[in-house]
């Protein structure tokens, strides 16, 4: 029908023009047997209702895919496009989704395995572990799990370290370096120190808890932490089950930025990329552990229930 459509009244080499039935009569003598009445039919139906609502819904489907990194499934797209839409308007359907992503040939991100980067050193003292494979805290700033991964660039290798609250998985702070040595991950503690710092949160009797790696167990990671009233904790040696949190998180990022926008040239290029990242999956990223909200919404939500000290001292 399109192609009757598009070369109907078209000139030909005699500059006549092209006619619908020509163009049928053509067609059927090549095997696509079609008759001028069924295409005048077609041109002149009106859409269905499924068909107007469908050429509604697909560049709306197409943009929330777009706008968070091509990673989205069928399911997420479908709570970000009713998360969008006015409470009086009617729900849309999952499988409605499924199926325009299915017909835009869009699809989610499939996560890879993840390469260790944990270089234990056996003369370090080791802290005990105070999480026993615990990563479900009940307020935020009582459990901070981290961990660094790695990017390969045109110019080396780049090491990326991130610090992330157990209680809505958001992550707090984050660094990125050309080594691998004990500053990388002393610049991620400060940056999420400043993080609760500038939002009035104490940090105080923080459970910061990471792998055996030699950057967390050396004596200025240890100094750094006690500093601030934070305790240490640490898992067993070659168990990723007792730091699965961290690698939650190091795979979302492989998956979502690093593997899907690369291949990336040098430190700063993966700096800015890390940036935008982080600040979508905080607060744009609909996480399933939150209920399917951004992990920002999930630790606003909680401190909106807590009660006001000032209402609650002045009533003692």
């Not at 005699?14 to 049928?24: A, F, H, K, M, S």
């Not at 991950?185 to 949160?201: N, S």
Request: aromatic letters at 10%; a positive charge.
């Amino acid at each position: 029908m399109r192609f009757i459509g598009e070369h109907a009244g078209e000139r030909h080499g005699d500059g006549l023009r092209w006619g619908v039935e020509t163009i049928c009569d053509q067609l059927t003598e090549l095997g696509c047997k079609i008759a001028p009445a069924t295409y005048y039919e077609h041109r002149d139906r009106r859409p269905s209702k499924r068909e107007a609502r469908d050429a509604e819904l697909k560049p709306m489907v197409a943009r929330i895919h777009a706008e968070n990194y091509g990673v989205y499934g069928a399911r997420k797209v479908w709570l970000q496009l009713n998360r969008e839409r006015p409470e009086a308007a009617p729900p849309i359907a999952r499988c409605t989704v499924e199926r325009l992503m299915g017909e835009l040939g869009l699809r989610g991100a499939v996560r890879g395995k993840i390469k260790r980067t944990t270089v234990a050193d056996p003369a370090a003292k080791r802290p005990r572990d105070l999480v026993g494979r615990q990563f479900a805290p009940l307020a935020p700033d009582r459990l901070w799990v981290a961990d660094f991964t790695y990017v390969s660039t045109w110019a080396g290798w780049v090491y990326v370290a991130f610090v992330i609250d157990a209680y809505a998985r958001r992550i707090i702070g984050w660094r990125t370096s050309t080594s691998m040595t004990a500053q990388l991950v002393l610049d991620a503690i400060e940056h999420a120190v400043w993080t609760r710092a500038r939002e009035g949160r104490d940090v105080t009797g923080v459970i910061q808890h990471h792998d055996h790696g030699s950057q967390y167990t050396s004596v200025a990671y240890s100094e750094r932490l006690a500093a601030d009233g934070i305790r240490p904790s640490m898992g067993v040696v070659g168990s990723s089950y007792d730091n699965a949190l961290a690698e939650t998180v190091n795979g979302l990022y492989k998956t979502e930025l690093i593997r899907a926008r690369g291949p990336w040239r040098t430190i700063e290029q993966v700096e800015v990329a890390t940036a935008e990242w982080v600040d979508w999956f905080n607060h744009r990223r609909l996480y399933g552990y939150c209920g399917d909200i951004p992990p920002a919404e999930m630790e606003a939500a909680y401190y909106t229930r807590q009660p006001d000290p000032a209402i609650v001292g002045s009533s003692n």
